[in-house]
Structures are given as structure tokens and as C-alpha cells.
């Protein structure tokens, strides 16, 4: 079937984060809101479907995990992605961050440190702290326009015996980067080399564009597989993250068995009914819809695009490879970070994820979600190039 990602959904009123926290988080009534990551778009019709089928069964108890579940993730790794995961690697959790707080909690002790590449997505740094361990940066380097690793940083924060753990962002929010299979692969032999766990937080992995290909991390080696733990869910993809469904890849035994004795100890085992029929359907019959909404995404990209070039290119679009998260270069500007927040927020009257708040060398950037139907899109576009002209005319 056609999908129709141009429909305009009201979310206002059904306790949507992004749009009825708004208050909450910003302070203001209204505002277009492209802060959280999620997207206003329905998800696919056949995971519509047989969430209405199980929610008129009526009965809402205790509920296994079942062969067509297993299945439905295999199959979805190795079409996608061409890994082949074996079932009993497959381990869970509500939430990718969550998954995170226990895969820091399992393999590191209070004081360890833990290595991120800023600027990133600032969960991973809040839980690494909520933890009592300490964050190590390796900031990404920006050059012409674009983003890169560290490689002699990293190799320098590695050696430091303390780092027992590395969170990769693959691929990288907010900056868009697909690591190649070379990036991945000079990380993962200094990681093996220096004794440094990785968790990869692949949760934007089916969000690329047509020119990229995502490499799991874990795929390219059985030294990395057996020296890491992955993080998928079908939330991004499918627009389904309020079901709090995750999954955890961990093809290594012992690591398994300390993840599954941290699951145990908060007795998080357990599964969400609906995410469950959900994550079945999304990763059984999803991919004509993802294949929609990627062609969809590409056109918002463009528009973006061209129209920050056009009409507001003292804004710098930072390409991404993937995700749908634009980061956007305000440098140009000169405004401090509680200037810049204040003009996109009041002045261009839209709701972006502040660019400081994903640490080390995200000043003067701002976060932009760009999974609505156009004409919402172009109705902030519209907003900020009148807020940028009245700025410069000043
Ligand atoms: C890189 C990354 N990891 C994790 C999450 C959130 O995952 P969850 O809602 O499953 O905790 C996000 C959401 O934006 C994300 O961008």
C-alpha cells in the first residue's frame, strides 16, 4: 500500500512527549515542536493491526516472548543487515538507554571510566554519571562541513587503564555520521587491543540514506562480537517508542550471563505485551513502509537543504548519512548558548534540542527532527528565515 507521510496527525492532547511537554520542558505554550526524537507519523498499518487485534482480545496479563518474535528480529538482522544473530544472543530491555544504564551497571565498577565521542546523544552521559562512573570524551573533530573520529585521541584516552567501557553512537546522533567499515574497524582493534568493552547503540541503524550502508559493529569480526554488546529496537524505525520494547545483542556467554543477572536483579526481564505484537509485526511486514518513509525523510532532507542555502545560509546544514535528526550549524551567528536557545525558541518560535546539551563542541549547534509531514516543515523553515533576517538586519 501507498502511505500518505503529508497527513497531518494531531498529537496535542495524547500526551505526547514532544508536543504536550512542551510547557514542561521549554517553558512556553506554543512552539512547532522538533525536539524529542520521535516522529508524527503513524506507524505501519500492519503493526496498527495487530495492535488492535491484541488490544480487543482484552486480556492483558503475563506474556512470553514467542518463536514468531525471535524470528521476526533474525530475520529482520540479517535482510537489513545481513548479521546473522543467533537467538539465544538475543536479550532485552524496555529501552536502548535503559539498556545502557545496565550494560554500565554489569561491567564496570563505581569510578571506572567510560569513553563517549561528543558531541552525542546527552543520556549516554547522564547515565554514565548516575552510575558514579566517570565520563572520558573523545570529541569528534568537524571539518569542511562534516565529522570524523579521533583516531590519535582516542588511542591516547584508551591507554588510560580506568576506561573499561566505549558507548559508539553508530549510527551517530546528532551529527548523522554511518561509520564506515573502516572507522569501525580501526575503533574495534584499538578497543581488542587496549581491553576497552564496547556497547553500540545501533538504534538508528535502519535510518540511512540511499548512499550509505550501516555496518553492525559487531558483524565485521568474531573478536568484535565477542568484545561487544548491541543495542536495536524497532523504536526509531517504526515510530514505536512509547511501547518501551528493546533489544540487546550479545553474542559473547559470559558477558550474557552478567547481562542477564543484572536483568534479573531489577527484574526487568519481562515483556510489554503490545511491544512485543508490535516489534513481531513492524520487523515481520514493516520494510514496505520503511522503504516509503526513507524515500519520504530524503525529500525533507533535500528540502532542508536547499532551502537553508537559499534563504538562510548563514545556518550551515550538517549533512547526515542517517537518522532523522538534523544538526545545523549556527555559528555564524556569534550568539552565546543561552542566546542562540533563546532565538530559536522565541524568535523563530520552534522547540530544538539545544546543541550544549550534547556536550564538548556542541555550542553553537541546535538539533532539528525533521520525521513531520512537509508543510510543518516548511512552516519552521519559514519561521527561522524570518527570525535569522530580522536578526542580521538588527
Ligand atoms: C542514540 C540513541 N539511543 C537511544 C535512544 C533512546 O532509546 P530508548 O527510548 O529506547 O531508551 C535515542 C533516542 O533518541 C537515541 O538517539
Not at 80 to 95: T, Y
Not at 151 to 166: I, N, T
Amino acid at each position: 500500500m501507498t502511505y500518505d507521510f503529508d497527513r497531518v496527525v494531531e498529537r496535542t492532547g495524547t500526551d505526547s512527549s514532544k508536543w504536550d511537554g512542551l510547557k514542561t520542558r521549554f517553558g512556553v505554550d506554543a512552539a512547532i515542536p522538533m525536539w524529542v526524537a520521535d516522529m508524527d507519523f503513524p506507524s505501519p498499518q500492519p503493526v496498527i493491526d495487530a495492535l488492535t487485534r491484541r488490544a480487543e482480545h482484552g486480556v492483558y496479563g503475563y506474556t512470553l516472548r514467542a518463536d514468531a518474535y525471535y524470528q521476526a528480529i533474525e530475520g529482520w538482522m540479517q535482510k537489513r543487515h545481513q548479521w546473522n544473530v543467533e537467538r539465544d544472543w538475543l536479550m532485552h530491555s524496555p529501552g536502548v538507554v535503559s539498556a545502557i544504564a545496565m550494560i554500565v551497571d554489569s561491567y564496570t565498577q563505581p569510578g571506572d571510566k567510560v569513553l563517549v565521542q561528543p558531541p552525542v546523544y546527552y543520556p549516554f552521559m547522564r547515565v554514565v554519571n548516575n552510575l558514579d562512573r566517570q565520563i572520558v570524551n573523545n570529541p569528534l573533530k568537524y571539518e569542511n562541513g562534516t565529522y570524523n573520529m579521533d583516531f590519535e585521541d582516542l588511542a591516547d584516552k584508551l591507554d588510560d587503564p580506568d576506561v573499561k567501557l566505549l558507548i559508539l553512537c553508530s549510527p551517530h546522533n546528532p551529527v548523522g555520521r554511518v561509520w564506515t567499515r573502516e572507522e569501525l574497524t580501526h575503533l574495534g582493534n584499538l578497543c581488542l587491543e587496549k581491553g576497552v568493552l564496547v556497547v553500540s547503540d545501533e538504534i538508528h541503524s535502519d535510518l540511512v540514506y540511499k548512499m550509505y550502508t550501516h555496518v553492525p559493529f559487531a558483524s565485521i569480526s568474531n573478536e568484535f562480537a565477542d568484545n561487544s554488546l548491541t543495542c536495536i529496537a524497532p523504536s526509531k524505525t517504526f515510530n514505536l517508542a512509547g511501547l518501551q520494547t528493546s533489544v540487546v545483542i550479545i553474542p559473547n556467554e559470559d558477558l550474557r550471563e552478567k547481562y542477564k543477572k543484572t536483568l534479573g536483579r531489577y527484574s526487568l526481564g519481562g515483556a510489554n505485551i503490545f511491544g512485543t505484537a508490535a516489534l513481531t509485526a513492524a520487523y515481520t511486514h514493516g520494510e514496505e513502509w520503511l522503504d516509503q518513509l526513507l524515500d519520504y525523510l530524503e525529500g525533507n532532507l533535500a528540502l532542508v537543504t536547499a532551502y537553508m542555502e537559499h534563504n538562510i545560509p548563514a545556518v550551515k546544514v550538517v549533512q547526515p548519512q542517517g537518522t532523522y535528526l538534523v544538526w545545523l550549524d549556527f555559528q555564524e551567528l556569534g550568539l552565546d548558548n543561552e542566546a542562540l536557545d533563546q532565538f530559536v525558541l522565541h524568535k523563530a518560535g520552534i522547540a530544538l534540542d539545544e546543541g550544549h546539551i550534547f556536550g564538548p563542541g556542541g555550542e553553537g549547534f541546535q538539533r532539528i527532527n525533521i520525521a513531520c509531514p512537509r508543510s510543518v516543515l516548511v512552516k519552521a523553515l519559514d519561521q527561522l528565515a524570518l527570525a535569522v533576517r530580522e536578526f542580521s538586519n538588527q
